[in-house]
């Protein structure tokens, strides 16, 4: 499946998003700094701008994951873990950076920071009730089901 994707850079030096692979699901995100690089320190979180607004197709939203090679080996992800951006929201994309690691990590400008991934979504009407069908789970939720 294929959707149109309009992308604005809001900054002349940002990136446009790209897949690295043809079968790839997230199209990575690159930071777009004032300066040459961010130092975040040891469990902080830092706003990185990516310089790019998008306009998302209704009934998609993007999902801002984190790159598992900066995750696992620099300790860098997305503090919100996954980023919702909403078809009407057209504002430029920032990854609220969190360092979970023991020790001051940097970002440099037009580094991968993040991917996005394009996912279709469903509206629930949500309806207030005084009941719920009964099933054999019922209410067993954290481990209720096995390990």
Request: hydrophobic residues 40%; charged residues 20%; glycine residues 10%.
């Amino acid at each position: 499946m294929q959707a149109t994707v309009r992308v604005k850079k809001l900054n002349e030096n940002a990136q446009l998003p790209r897949y690295g692979s043809e079968r790839a699901a997230g199209a990575d995100l690159y930071a777009c700094l004032d300066c040459d690089s961010v130092s975040i320190n040891a469990g902080e979180t830092v706003f990185i701008k990516t310089g790019i607004a998008v306009e998302i197709p209704d009934g998609l939203v993007g999902l801002v994951y984190a790159r598992s090679g900066l995750a696992c080996k620099q300790g860098l992800a997305p503090a919100n873990k996954v980023g919702v951006i909403d078809s009407d929201y057209r504002g430029e994309i920032m990854v609220a950076m969190h360092n979970h690691s023991s020790s001051a990590k940097t970002v440099e400008n037009g580094e991968r920071i993040a991917q996005i991934v394009f996912a279709p979504y469903v509206t629930a009407n949500l309806i207030e009730s005084e009941t719920l069908d009964d099933t054999v789970r019922g209410a067993g939720g954290f481990g209720s089901t096995g390990k």
